[in-house]
């Protein structure tokens, strides 16, 4: 990767009665950046910041979000326009190498994705060992870790190659997981890929299909499930993205940080919202407790909120959530689910809280979250599985952000430092002493 910051500038910081210079950069949009990797050595001073609100990580060039404009673009290409045009596997492509791919590419990477989404016969048998009530998030993170027994060259990234290989297998083969996640959980046989479907299809067709009869994929469906995999494809340095570049700085075999990321996303702040949103949306039943409920969410004494609301970078509507909430009048529409009772508390809700001065002094909007989780269930997902899906679909998110970190000359391993409010430096005492 070639590091294209550009010299902005100096801000001068003057700390215990000494002034030093730190380099300001620019990038191509977005915030400069204030260079403090000197700053300890110059100051013996550490910066602060929890949560990683003021503080960037890496220099990237994959995608760039805008959240007080509500804008999110895969190396410059708007979501919106992608997610009318293009489709997942194309911007697979465009995430992992940069730029959109001429046919006779896309053809090839459509060819090396669908020559890879089988699975090791030894892998299946991993799943034996899970109980049949497991959590699918469980099971996906200890599926996707245990590939890394299976392909143990993918260790060291140094051979590109190699690495390339890697990617291609992770994308192909976490449909192939994630299915046979649902289908454990169900008691049903695993079903194969056939690569006769597209991406969206096949796993639509390893989720629903039965030895017993025809599965007929409807390509209304099969359009809703690729664009959801879109819109969660990648989202700059987020959380689950952080960790798998964390991981993977300390050359960890990178099934293995991607197994890091997809236990990140699982928790309901992040990933896991999909599905708490929808259980929220169930536990309020109908429009008529929605009042009551924005009330307990307001009220400072409890800790509620509201799910699939709010987000650490959008301050303005998560562009991703208008497209999702489209598709779910589409995918409701085809599937005559019109009245799906969660989608009349979901609007209600948003209309309330958008108007709500609590959600609009706090600049609260739904988020990538919020709607999904209706479109998944009427396509008759459980509801564990929803976050195995933005799992699948982050995938090439994780792999990209690896891959750029791996390429980046100025990487070293992350290791963050602290300020120790512990005990200072004391004497062992006996225990007959104390
Ligand atoms: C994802 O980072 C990414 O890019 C993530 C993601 C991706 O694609 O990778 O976009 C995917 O994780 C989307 C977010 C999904 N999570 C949820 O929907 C869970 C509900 N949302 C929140 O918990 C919260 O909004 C976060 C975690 C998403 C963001 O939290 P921040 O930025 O740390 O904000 P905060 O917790 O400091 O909240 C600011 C204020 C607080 O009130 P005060 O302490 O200032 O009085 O807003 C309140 C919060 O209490 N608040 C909410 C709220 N979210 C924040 N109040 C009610 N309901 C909410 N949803």
């Known amino acids: 990767m070639e590091n294209r910051v550009k010299k902005a500038g100096v801000a001068k910081l003057e700390v215990a009665g000494k ?28 910066t602060l910041d ?20 509500g804008v999110l673009l895969h190396r410059g290409y708007p979501i919106e326009q992608l997610c009318d045009k293009s489709n997942f596997m ?11 791919p001429q046919k006779t590419e896309y053809d090839a990477f459509l060819k090396e994705v669908k020559h890879h989404t089988l699975l090791h016969t030894q892998q299946d048998r991993f799943f034996d060992g899970f109980r049949r009530d497991s959590h699918p998030m469980a099971m996906l993170t200890g599926a996707v ?29 976490m449909p192939t997981i994630a299915a046979r996640c649902m289908k454990y959980t169900m008691g049903q046989k695993f079903v194969d890929p056939l690569n006769k479907f597209s991406y969206s299809e096949n796993f639509l067709n390893m989720c629903f299909s039965v030895s017993a009869e025809e599965y007929e994929i409807n390509p209304v469906l099969a359009r809703a499930m690729d664009r959801f995999f879109m819109l969660h494809a990648d989202h700059e340095q987020n959380e689950s993205t952080s960790t798998v570049r964390l991981a993977a700085s300390s050359g960890a075999h990178p099934f293995a940080a991607v197994a890091a990321g997809v236990a990140c996303l699982w928790g ?24 009551e409920f924005v009330r307990q969410v307001k009220d400072p004494s409890s800790d509620i909120r509201l799910m699939g609301f709010g987000h650490r970078v959008y301050k303005n509507y998560d562009p991703r959530a208008t497209v999702m909430q489209k598709t779910c009048h589409e995918v409701l529409e085809a599937l005559d689910m019109k009245d799906h009772p969660q989608l009349k508390v979901a609007m209600e809700l948003e209309r309330i809280a958008l108007q709500d001065e609590y959600f609009v002094n706090k600049k609260l909007y739904p988020n990538v979250d919020f709607y999904s989780g209706i479109i998944l269930e009427a396509m008759g997902f459980p509801t564990t599985m929803f976050t195995v899906l933005f799992a699948l679909a982050r995938t090439v998110g994780w792999v990209s952000q690896l891959n750029e970190m791996l390429d980046d000359p100025t990487q070293k391993i992350g290791r963050p430092r602290q300020i120790y409010t512990g005990e200072a430096q004391r004497d062992y005492v006996p225990i007959s002493a104390r």
């Open 145 to 173: 870790g245990g590939m890394a027994a299976f392909y143990p060259g993918a260790v060291g990234n140094e051979d590109p190659a190699e690495r390339k290989l890697g990617s291609i297998r992770l994308i192909a083969k």
């Open 268 to 291: 309901p702040s992040h990933g896991g919202a999909n599905e708490a949103a929808l259980r929220q949306m169930r536990a309020i039943g109908s429009v008529d407790n929605i009042p």
């Open 90 to 100: 194309e911007l697979c492509y465009l995430l992992l190498n940069g730029k959109l």
């Open 19 to 46: 002034v030093v210079d730190l380099p300001v950069y620019s990038g191509t949009v977005g915030p400069n950046v204030i260079d403090v990797s000197k700053l300890y050595a110059q100051t013996g001073h550490f």
């Open 50 to 69: 929890p949560g990683f609100t003021s503080t960037g990580s890496c220099e990237s060039q994959i995608t760039f979000i805008d959240g007080e404009q």
